[in-house]
């Protein structure tokens, strides 16, 4: 897991609208209510996906916005947390397309 990396929750602790579309993107993706896309929900074990479901999503993610990739790293994503933060890194590195096009 990408455990070195930051919280997803802001400063004041609520999430913010980017995360909420990440997960909601999540939880359609999966098919899955999104009050179960926790930061600690497992890909595998809590959500259901298996390895072929979950190299789907990282893929559409990656179309989804310009420049991000998540290749590299797809090993260490097991839970949303470590999704979520992948790709905020992309964007605090100024690359990618706003996140409100993952819900559209």
Same mark, same amino acid.
């Given at each position: 897991?990408?455990?070195? !990396?930051?919280?997803?929750? #802001?400063?004041? #602790? @609520?999430?913010? /609208? ?8 999540? $939880? @359609?993706? /999966?098919?899955?209510?999104? &009050?179960?896309?926790?930061?600690? %929900?497992?890909? =595998? =074990?809590?959500? #259901? ?5 979950? !190299?789907?999503? /990282? ?8 420049? +991000?990739?998540? $290749? *590299?790293?797809? *090993?260490?994503?097991?839970?949303? %947390? ?9 964007? +605090? =590195? #100024?690359?990618? $397309?706003?996140?409100?096009? !993952?819900? &559209?």
């Amino acid at each position: 897991m990408i455990s070195s !990396l930051s919280n997803t929750q #802001g400063v004041s #602790g @609520k999430e913010s /609208l980017e995360v909420r579309e990440i997960r909601a993107f999540v $939880a @359609k993706h /999966l098919d899955v209510d999104v &009050r179960r896309i926790t930061d600690e %929900a497992h890909f =595998r =074990r809590d959500l #259901g996906a298996g390895w072929l479901d979950r !190299l789907e999503l /990282l893929m559409l993610i990656e179309d989804q916005f310009a420049d +991000v990739e998540i $290749a *590299d790293d797809a *090993d260490q994503i097991e839970i949303v %947390a470590d999704l979520i933060r992948c790709v905020e890194g992309a964007r +605090v =590195r #100024g690359r990618g $397309a706003p996140i409100d096009a !993952l819900v &559209r």
